[in-house]
């Protein structure tokens, strides 16, 4: 049986705009320690930590041809394996005795492989992202492939029924905790095959330079916006912690708009509400939405004091005066 593979390969590059801090820089280098000793990697974590960022970086530090599966509960094992996909029809006309004619017709089913099977047949790198959100037992195959690197592959494939992994092929899974909304428990026996990394919010400088490059904000702006975030968290008065894309979006728009990151700028605060407020609210009920307004505008009026220009800068403080002893001599003021 004819085997076809239409499974498109990333190639690996640097990120545009990668921010590498000391935080980030801690997390790449544990994982890809983890890789070197032969365990495939797991990033779990809430909504806006970097899962995704992180594994991409991580296939970027590896080296080879990356494959990408979104998790999706319509998943089964067809997905990811591979699965009979249309027919060939073989038509053969003999007429070479003119008085004589010969008809022979032939139709079989085509075998294609999906991504893990591509990932494993030539050591590609498969990064699994949001790989909870696919139903349990579409994930069982993995088992093997993660610890025998056998994959067991079906009688249709027409090959002899096991595929060996190769020495090279690199698994990195993402997901989400599992209470968020979507996402299925995972199999102890797969957690338990892989080396799982619990990411949370980065520091604060990691969260300030990572606004400044995914907007082009300045510097002084961006640490205000990270402030006023970062305190609504620390609140803990939401129904959901805001995340770095909430800075992002704020600053975007404001480069966009021209707004100053300043408290008597009405329209930096309506920014600062519609985007904080929809990240931080599943329902948006009035009394939610009154209550993170008023915590909003607070942060605001304690980070983004106006008077402050920031592409000037703070403005240097005049050196006091010195009053010398008449003694010495000099009874004048020098500055």
Not at 41 to 67: N, Q
Not at 165 to 176: E, G, K, L, Y
Not at 178 to 187: I, M, P
């Amino acid at each position: 049986m004819p085997v076809n593979e239409f499974t498109t390969v990333l190639e690996p590059r640097p990120l545009a705009n990668f921010v590498e801090t000391k935080y980030i820089r801690g997390v790449t280098e544990r994982a890809i320690g983890y890789v070197k000793a032969g365990f495939p990697v797991h990033f779990r974590g809430a909504s806006g930590t970097g899962k995704t960022t992180l594994a991409m970086r991580l296939a970027d530090m590896i080296g080879r041809p990356v494959i990408i599966i979104h998790g999706d509960e319509e998943h089964s094992t067809s997905d990811l394996v591979g699965g009979q996909y249309g027919y060939r029809m073989k038509k053969v006309r003999d007429n070479f005795i003119h008085s004589v004619l010969k008809t022979e017709e032939s139709m079989y089913k085509t075998w294609v492989d999906n991504r893990l099977t591509v990932a494993c047949k030539y050591g590609f790198t498969l990064i699994y992202d949001e790989f909870t959100r696919s139903r349990p037992e579409a994930n069982n195959v993995l088992l093997s492939v993660l610890q025998e690197k056998m994959m067991d592959m079906p009688a249709a494939s027409g090959g002899e029924g096991y595929l060996r992994v190769d020495p090279n092929f690199v698994a990195i899974f993402t997901s989400n905790p599992e209470e968020y909304a979507g996402v299925y428990r995972s199999q102890d026996a797969l957690r338990d095959r892989m080396v799982t990394l619990d990411l949370d919010h980065p520091d604060k400088e990691t969260e300030v330079s990572i606004t400044v490059a995914k907007s082009g904000l300045d510097r002084q702006s961006a640490k205000k916006i990270v402030s006023v975030v970062r305190g609504l968290r620390e609140s803990g008065k939401c129904e959901f912690a805001p995340t770095i894309r909430g800075c992002i979006m704020i600053a975007k728009t404001l480069m966009t708009g021209g707004g100053a990151v300043l408290a008597d700028n009405k329209l930096f605060r309506n920014i600062c509400t519609d985007v904080l407020a929809s990240e931080t609210s599943r329902v948006g009920c009035g009394s939610s939405v009154k209550r993170t307004r008023k915590i909003i505008d607070e942060l605001i009026d304690t980070h983004c004091k106006n008077g402050e220009d920031p592409k000037k800068g703070r403005a240097k403080k005049p050196s006091p005066r010195v009053q010398i002893p008449a003694e010495a001599g000099l009874g004048k003021p020098v500055n």
